[in-house]
């Protein structure tokens, strides 16, 4: 993901901000869980560079998500960010992946990245039932608005958002800066989100720490954590996102699902291994981590 990539990350703070005042409230009121759902994935399950790491040698194309769903318990699906999945395409998908696996569509562009948020094409009647069709297997569905999409739009998503489905979850992924630099129009956008249940995104990248804004407004939340090649501050990152997420459960967090992002695939499994191990040391959880195949295995390649 390039959104807030550095070339040189040396200078950066990446201390998580303190929660929002108003994100423990929103957690309390919501009462919690005696068994939260953490999921932990990546952005994408096609990489050949998963072959010899997660993928034994000479899998097939058309077994890369069996494979991967084995290992993660959800993704970030960005295929349906480029175009309007089918029923169909849904179902292909659900019976190659494991049953308890997730799927977090992103939306198509045919609703974000328009005026009318697709409303002139009806894009969200046509993507309703496919999301629908992901039945328990649907995990945080999220709305990535382009970094171009300023606050004094606003009222266009917030009209919109009236209208969503309430049958399925959604969380907005906020980029433009002037939704965090103006502390009452955030908090007014953020209260809005609150009152109609809609859930946020979190993104953890370098060059954009205003974006790590820690508001949560439903007990459900994303983080998109962009990672350095498993330079030492992922790892420290990792560990302050650990204590984080500690402090949410006990506080009523009942939904989480942590992606990712490496500029190589292969070192996503690394990374979300790392942080599998340290939620169930920390948190109590009972996650199962990725599991790399063994040097024998992975020599098969050659």
């Known amino acids: 993901m390039k959104f807030g990539k550095l070339a040189d990350i040396s200078k950066v703070n990446f201390t998580l901000p303190p929660d929002h005042p108003a994100t423990q409230p929103v957690l309390e009121n919501h009462g919690g869980s005696a068994n939260p759902r953490v999921f932990v994935g990546s952005a994408r399950w096609g990489e050949r560079d998963l072959i010899g790491k997660i993928y034994p040698p000479k899998t097939p194309a058309k077994d890369y998500l069996t494979h991967y769903s084995r290992h993660f318990s959800t993704i970030e699906l960005n295929s349906t960010h480029y175009?309007?999945?089918?029923?169909?395409?849904?179902?292909?998908?659900?019976?190659?992946?494991?049953?308890?696996?997730?799927?977090?569509?992103?939306?198509?562009?045919?609703?974000?990245?328009?005026?009318?948020?697709?409303?002139?094409?009806?894009?969200?009647?046509?993507?309703?039932?496919?999301?629908?069709?992901?039945?328990?297997?649907?995990?945080?569905?999220?709305?990535?608005?382009?970094?171009?999409?300023?606050?004094?739009?606003?009222?266009?998503?917030?009209?919109?958002?009236?209208?969503?489905?309430?049958d399925i979850p959604l969380a907005?992924?906020?980029?433009?800066?002037?939704?965090?630099?103006?502390?009452?129009?955030?908090?007014?956008?953020?209260?809005?989100?609150?009152?109609?249940?809609?859930?946020?995104?979190?993104?953890?990248?370098?060059?954009?720490?205003?974006?790590?804004?820690?508001?949560?407004?439903?007990?459900?939340?994303?983080?998109?954590?962009?990672?350095?090649?498993?330079?030492?501050?992922?790892?420290?990152?990792?560990?302050?996102?650990?204590?984080?997420?500690?402090?949410?459960l006990k506080l009523g967090l009942q939904e989480m699902y942590f992606i990712v992002h490496q500029p190589e695939e292969a070192l996503c499994v690394d990374l979300s291994t790392y942080l599998v191990q340290q939620l169930n040391q920390e948190c109590g959880l009972r996650l199962s981590a990725p599991q790399p195949l063994s040097i024998g295995q992975q020599q098969e390649l050659f």
């Open 172 to 248: 907005i992924e906020f980029r433009h800066p002037d939704w965090f630099s103006q502390p009452r129009l955030r908090d007014r956008a953020f209260q809005l989100l609150e009152e109609m249940n809609v859930s946020t995104v979190i993104t953890d990248t370098a060059g954009r720490r205003d974006v790590v804004h820690m508001r949560l407004t439903t007990s459900s939340v994303m983080v998109r954590f962009v990672g350095n090649r498993l330079h030492h501050t992922d790892y420290l990152r990792i560990d302050t996102w650990v204590q984080r997420i500690k402090k949410w």
């Open 83 to 166: 175009q309007l999945p089918s029923v169909n395409q849904v179902t292909q998908w659900k019976q190659k992946a494991e049953e308890s696996f997730t799927f977090c569509p992103k939306l198509p562009q045919s609703i974000s990245h328009q005026t009318d948020f697709g409303q002139g094409i009806y894009a969200t009647e046509q993507l309703a039932p496919a999301l629908r069709a992901f039945g328990n297997q649907l995990g945080m569905p999220f709305m990535q608005l382009p970094p171009t999409f300023h606050p004094q739009k606003g009222k266009l998503l917030f009209n919109y958002l009236e209208q969503w489905p309430q």
